[in-house]
């Protein structure tokens, strides 16, 4: 198993586990934060993909059946993830995790798209030791939507999709 990972606007490519959390820590701890105020950097969101070849988006013919994507804010200790996989051949699913402790009064700014941008819902942020285990637990996995936390249907502009978790007051 390949793990390739958009970190920084770079591929990598690692085989070895002590390669693969070297990646995963550097998209997690060395993320360059945004603000409202400023554009927001390079490098905030990472993206990984599990396969038995190296991919980068420059490769058309195939693609791999799913991915997760990271956004980090180091400063506040905060994460929000987003596994896309296919169900059948033709489902896309999408799903955005959900954090059972977010900090909704002061949420962090977790980008899920600099290019828009569009932010994670507020209840999407993670302890980021808990997605550095949902990171792990993916790529280990071959790419599966990672059991060690919670998660809700979602999209690609950060929403939720559906009726939150009972865990919310």
């Known amino acids: 198993m390949v793990i390739s990972a958009l ?61 997760l994507q990271l956004a980090s804010d180091p400063s506040a200790g905060y994460a929000a993830l987003t596994w896309v996989g296919f169900r059948g051949e033709a489902t896309m699913e999408t799903f955005v995790s959900f954090g059972t402790d977010a900090p909704l009064r002061t949420p962090p700014r977790l980008v899920i798209d600099p290019g828009y941008p569009h932010d994670h819902d507020p209840h999407s942020a993670l302890p980021l030791e808990q997605a550095r285990i949902a990171v792990r637990e993916f790529c280990r996995t071959g790419g599966a939507r990672p059991q060690s936390g919670t998660w809700v249907r979602g999209d690609f502009t950060g929403a939720i999709l559906q009726p939150l978790p009972d865990v919310v007051a």
């Open 7 to 67: 970190v920084h606007d770079q591929f990598h490519h690692v085989e070895r586990w002590d390669d693969v959390d070297r990646v995963i820590d550097a998209a997690i701890d060395r993320s360059l934060s945004g603000s409202a105020e400023a554009p927001l950097p390079p490098g905030e969101v990472a993206q990984f993909y599990c396969a038995t070849q190296p991919w980068t988006d420059e490769i058309l013919e195939w693609a791999p059946d799913n991915f």
